[in-house]
């Protein structure tokens, strides 16, 4: 006896992280065939590369020559501080991959014959994820990078900012047309974002800017208006990514990842949203784009209707408001991912207050723990193709000018 | 119309499906390719399609390990957690939705399932039907 014919056994039985991306997402095939994918115009706004994997070439790009001795020495001294020199990397994020059950999480540690590691090797992994997810374009952000802004040393934090965007804009994006960047800005010096700003804003690939959320700098501080206006000028988005934080005054209270995820990813941008907000700047620079990443949706209408109703008793607090702040709210961007859909009444409701069809911008997160496909825009049942279409595409085409 | 014919498959030996083990398959079944875990646990076979509820991913692919629970005193305090080795749990790994595998079912949300295949274990062989 033996199998039938046309019965195959996988050559993968079980995915790990050495199993090759497209095989991973092998499944994400079928939408595409379903939905007609191919035929979407399809732009990934937040997806990631390990940027540790190239620490070492890194630590090159940094200025300061002895802050660059500083690394090579940690480097060469400490066990293990091989890839993690001068970072403020959290140990707690080794559990967003719940224990070896989300694989990808973890490391993307598959063969990439040819390649020849570092950038080549990102570029090859980034590849292979939009060909398996039928995406066209990839704004590709790096990953502990995110936790920048609570370095303890903000102008280590800085200096390491500037290093990763001279390396990234040297040595990936060359490589990869189809890869774009908002480059992280180094948020604690704002003469240092001006500079950064002046430095990439023209380089090819680089289609905005972005502040890694998890932070304690008030956005709202008169020493970022230069900034605001600069970019404003330029046409060139801002972006707030969200990140992690279990230990911040009420995370630290938290036992369990998936209650410090769902928290701090959301508070920060919550946070920033508020002060954005309520001191006016949509009313100080109307024509920049404002973009909130990886927070979800679902508290954008907690937003809305919670600074609504302070506002129409305490005016006095936000002077410079001519409208409701919903209304401010409604005409920013947001990024899909993770897109919290466990009641399609709640999701139809949140689409509709954030007029999604032209605010919303879809976003993978690949590939991290809680990513989303393409399909998972194309599956919603209550929108229509146009809106589907601005959703997944034209709608980040219009606000990066692709 | 169109009707479709039930149709048996030989996917492999017995001892290709070991206790809490797994056996993935992918069937040329008429116009689609069908993938398929057959799962062993306590000597029965299990199957399933190989595409997550949630979002479609390769389910049957993913980690197999059991629920855990967490363990309470007389006072309702913690005693921390456990695996329940009286359960098996296949996890999906895009995403980490877990299905028991007895049922297919996610054990905290039970309309999230996976869709079962029909299998049958003869003679040592291993079928399923589609």
Redesign the interface.
């Known amino acids: ?4 014919e ?5 050559p ?4 790990t992280t050495h199993t090759d991306s497209r095989e ?1 997402l ?3 095939a ?2 595409t065939e379903r939905y007609g994918l191919d035929d979407y115009f399809i732009v990934d706004v937040d997806s990631h590369h390990v940027e540790l994997d190239s620490w070492p070439e890194i630590l090159q790009y940094l200025d300061n020559p002895v802050l660059r001795d500083t690394a090579n020495q940690m480097m060469r001294n400490w066990p293990n501080a091989g890839r993690l020199a001068l970072h403020n990397h959290s140990p707690g994020l080794t559990m967003q991959d ?1 224990s ?5 999480q973890a490391a993307l540690a598959e063969e990439t014959p040819g390649s020849e590691g570092g950038a080549h090797r990102d570029v090859t992994l980034v590849r292979r994820a939009m060909e398996a997810m039928s995406i066209d374009l990839q704004v590709v952000f790096p990953q502990p990078m995110l936790e920048t802004g609570l370095h303890p040393q903000p102008q280590v934090a800085t200096a390491l900012l500037q290093a990763y965007n001279r390396w990234f804009t040297a040595e990936v994006l060359p490589r990869e047309p189809r890869i774009k960047t908002m480059l992280g800005l180094p948020f604690e010096d704002p003469e240092a974002c001006l500079a950064t700003v002046e430095e990439f804003a023209d380089h090819p690939g680089v289609i905005g800017f972005l502040v890694t959320s998890q932070r304690h700098a008030g956005v709202h501080r008169n020493a970022y208006m230069p900034l605001y206006r600069m970019l404003e000028e330029r046409g060139l988005p801002i972006g707030f990514h969200a990140g992690p934080n279990q230990a911040d005054s009420m995370t630290s209270t938290m036992n369990r990842f998936l209650s410090a995820h769902s928290m701090s990813f959301v508070t920060c941008n919550m946070t920033h949203m508020t002060n954005w907000v309520i001191n006016g700047i949509p009313e100080r620079f109307p024509g920049l784009k404002t973009i909130w990443i990886e927070s979800g949706l679902a508290w954008v209408p907690f937003m809305m209707q919670r600074l609504d109703h302070e506002y129409f008793m305490r005016q006095s607090d936000a002077p410079l408001l001519t409208k409701p702040p919903s209304h401010y709210i409604r005409e920013m961007y947001y990024t899909s991912q993770p897109m919290e859909w466990t009641d399609d009444a709640l999701l139809e409701s949140t689409l509709c207050a954030i007029d999604a069809q032209n605010s919303l911008m879809y976003s993978s997160d690949w590939p991290h ?5 393409p ?2 825009i194309a599956a919603i049942p209550f929108l229509d193709d146009h809106a589907k279409r601005n959703i997944l595409g034209e709608t980040a085409r219009k606000v990066f000018g692709l | 119309m169109t009707t479709t014919t039930a149709r048996s ?5 017995s001892t ?1 499906v070991p206790e809490r083990g ?8 008429g116009a689609r390719t069908v ?1 398929v875990g057959v799962f062993r646990f306590r000597g029965r076979l299990f199957a399933y399609e ?3 509820a949630h ?4 389910a049957c ?5 059991s629920r855990v629970r967490e363990r309470l005193d007389a006072e309702q305090g913690s005693l921390g957690t456990v695996f329940d080795e009286d359960t098996m749990h296949i ?1 999906c ?4 939705f ?1 299905y028991d595998v007895t049922t297919g079912r996610h054990p905290g949300r039970p309309d999230y399932a996976l869709r079962p295949v029909a299998v049958a274990e003869e ?3 291993v079928r399923v039907t589609l």
């Open positions: 006896m033996s199998i039938d046309g019965v195959r056994r996988l993968t039985q079980e995915i991973i092998a499944n994400a079928a939408d719940v070896g059950r989300i694989p990808h723990w809680d990513f989303d496909v399909g998972k | 498959f030989d996917v492999g030996a290709d797994r056996l993935v398959v992918a069937i040329d079944a993938t190989n595409v997550c979002q479609g991913g390769p692919q993913g980690r197999i390990v996890v790994p895009w995403h980490g877990e003679g040592g062989r």
